[in-house]
């Protein structure tokens, strides 16, 4: 053997040392909400309409409170803009309270009560839908009058039996409609408002609300 070469042998090449899957995974930790809102802070802002302002100026307190005391959140009316503010603060636990809040007070800006707009605070399922009367038929002047007192009823009877049979709130804004209630549930009353606007007879309207009450009924 010559003096410049050398002989390395296989016991003198060492293996790295094995990693496991467990080792080479990173982990992180879950993220506080304060750590959150330190990055960035919700904000939403809900349009007033004019004929709302009186009755919000009277529930101001019925709002305020569940929003401030039980989200932990900031809010504001604007009289300027005329919108409500609602933003998180340190104080607020859950980021996604704030899109809760909002649900609620964009309910009651459509014509809902503070009590029926309060469970959309209270429970998770619960949804908004509008819609307009020229979505189900294009209808005008006395024609779309008619239409909206069908849907209406005498002292507001026909309203209240679809709210009553699909467990839903209703409100009829002119040719608005807006319904609070869970998926399924909307879904009925729809169905019924729309065979209303499209001139079914009130009374097979009922026949067909009775059948979907019983049903709902046996459900539960």
Known sequence: MEEDEVVITTNQLAAPPATTAEEAKPEFGPLSAKELQEK??????????????????????KIYS?????LQLQIRMNPKSRMIEIRTCEETEDVGSVQ????????????????DSL???????????????????????DHLSRAIG??????????????NATKTRIVLADSK??????????????????????GSPPGKIYANLRIIASRMKGRF
């Open 150 to 163: 069908r849907l209406a009823g005498k002292d507001g009877k026909t309203k209240y039996t679809i709210e």
């Open 40 to 61: 960035r802070k919700e904000f939403r802002r809900i349009r007033v309409p004019p004929h709302r302002f009186s009755p919000l100026k009277k529930d101001w307190l």
């Open 177 to 198: 409609i807006h319904i609070l209630g869970t998926f399924q549930n909307i879904k009925i009353a729809k169905n019924a408002i729309s065979n209303l606007v499209m």
């Open 66 to 70: 569940p929003i401030v005391e039980h």
């Open 119 to 141: 469970a959309l605070l209270r429970m998770d399922d619960l949804f908004l839908d509008s819609f307009e009367i020229k979505d189900i038929k294009t209808l005008n002047g």
């Open 100 to 115: 809760k809040a909002a649900d609620f007070v964009r309910a009651y800006c459509l014509g809902f009560t503070v009590e």
